[in-house]
């Protein structure tokens, strides 16, 4: 296949675009608005000649702030505009720069030529940044054709996705070899990117820029003071983070368990998608629990064993409230989330089995004894209940994992280093 073909067959499906929205909009209603922006039709009015940045939905919205921050403090005289694919992950971007007047925002077009490049022809950026592996050949080569500098940021590529990108050669080949710098986690994915076509002098290993996440001191001070607000700071507080179907199930019995032996422990449980906000608090409360709603400004009293986390925004806060951290994605095969947040602020790290998203990350916190992964409910409760009753060793976890976010810092300042030289070009 080559990008005609391709092209062809993007247009060709888009009645299966139009349906896969409507579907989508049926459990999530923002999926119905600013459909236009999806088309590059109605965009803002947006400053021209800055620099673009594109983070698909919330973890690489996440990842990406800490490099946007940098990019603005850098470039004080460039505009951001950062896009997305999600209505999650546009919250977040609103949420996280709302009091910065440089960051502007849209969705990404579809990829389709037309809609990239009136999309580029709209915002005139001088470069474009992309998270991880959201790679668009159409978007890639409208910047190639207007001289614009592509970037793939923090870039990941396993081994069954390099196959799959291997199987269409004649598409993959052309549009890696049309990126300027392609700034990579691993020499391993490095060597992958280079099989597939990517021009040598363009690759680069920079380490994984998740490692230099910072943790604002006031976060922790604000942690503290709601667990004392509470009457939290003597109970064990655990959290099970980003949570999917069929997760919680799993996760509410293994509560259940602890509360045998702990009966004062307090779960907070925090669905990933929105969606699921109401479900899961409703099966919370069916299974008998005396639950409240972080959306509702609901205080947690001694009767409340579970805190559902209902909003957008507060998951490092959330994580900075309990004292043992679970990450889920990881019980059922979804490839988990990011294990680091909770190890930058030192905590232990729990996770399911499936974490083939973050099997270089997994690998390094499990060496280091900072990660324990558990496959069931009886296993999670009794690792939670371990590390309650054994505080000295729920601290050499969190040590541990504090200890490889520091090892393996850096990957942020060698990107920007990188961008920095195709700005100034």
Excluded at 205 to 220: H, N, R
Excluded at 264 to 279: G, K, M, Q, W, Y
Excluded at 340 to 369: Q, T, W, Y
């Amino acid at each position: 296949m080559n990008r005609t073909l391709y092209t062809v067959l993007f247009h060709l499906g888009l009645p299966l675009i139009a349906l896969r929205l409507w579907l989508r909009a049926r459990k999530a209603p923002a999926y119905a608005q600013r459909i236009g922006e999806r088309f590059a039709r109605g965009l803002p009015p947006m400053q021209r000649g800055g620099i673009w940045v594109h983070a698909v939905s919330v973890g690489e919205s996440i990842a990406a702030a800490p490099m946007i921050r940098a990019l603005l403090a850098r470039y004080p005289q460039l505009p951001i505009t950062i896009t997305c694919m999600t209505p999650t992950g546009s919250e977040r971007i609103q949420s996280m720069f709302a009091s910065e007047p440089r960051v502007q925002h849209c969705y990404l077009p579809y990829d389709f030529p037309w809609a990239a490049g009136r999309f580029l022809d709209h915002i005139q950026p001088k470069i474009g940044v992309i998270m991880e592996t959201e790679l668009w050949p159409n978007h890639i080569h409208q910047c190639a054709k207007r001289g614009i500098a592509t970037v793939l940021a923090n870039a990941r590529l396993s081994e069954r996705s390099a196959r799959g990108y291997g199987r269409f050669a004649g598409l993959t080949r052309p549009m890696l070899a049309e990126m300027s710098l392609i700034a990579v986690q691993t020499e391993t994915e490095a060597q992958r990117f280079r099989d597939l076509g990517a021009r040598p002098e363009c690759v680069t290993v920079t380490g994984s820029i998740k490692f230099d996440l910072t943790i604002d001191p006031q976060l922790l001070a604000r942690a503290a003071q709601q667990r004392e607000a509470w009457q939290t700071a003597q109970r064990p507080v655990w959290i099970a983070a980003s949570t999917h179907a069929g997760e919680d199930e799993v996760i509410l019995a293994a509560h259940r368990k602890l509360l045998e032996s702990h009966s004062d422990a307090l779960l907070i449980l925090v669905p990933r998608h929105p969606e699921r906000f109401n479900s899961v608090f409703e099966l919370s409360q069916q299974q008998g629990f005396n639950s409240v709603r972080r959306s509702k400004a609901e205080a947690v009293v001694s009767e409340t064993s579970v805190l559902v986390g209902d909003t957008m925004g507060e998951l490092l806060f959330l994580y900075a409230l309990a004292d043992i951290a679970f990450v889920g994605g990881s019980l059922v095969p979804n490839g988990g989330h990011n294990l680091l947040e909770p190890a930058a602020l030192d905590k232990p790290v729990l996770s399911g089995p499936h974490l083939f998203n973050f099997l270089e990350i997994a690998a390094m916190l499990r060496n280091a004894g900072a990660l324990e992964e558990v496959s069931d409910a009886a296993g999670l409760a009794a690792t939670v209940q371990r590390l309650i009753e054994q505080p000295e060793q729920a601290k050499t976890m969190a040590d541990a994992g504090l200890a490889v976010m520091k090892a393996n810092q850096g990957a942020l300042q060698k990107l920007l280093d990188g961008i920095g030289r195709l700005i100034e070009a």
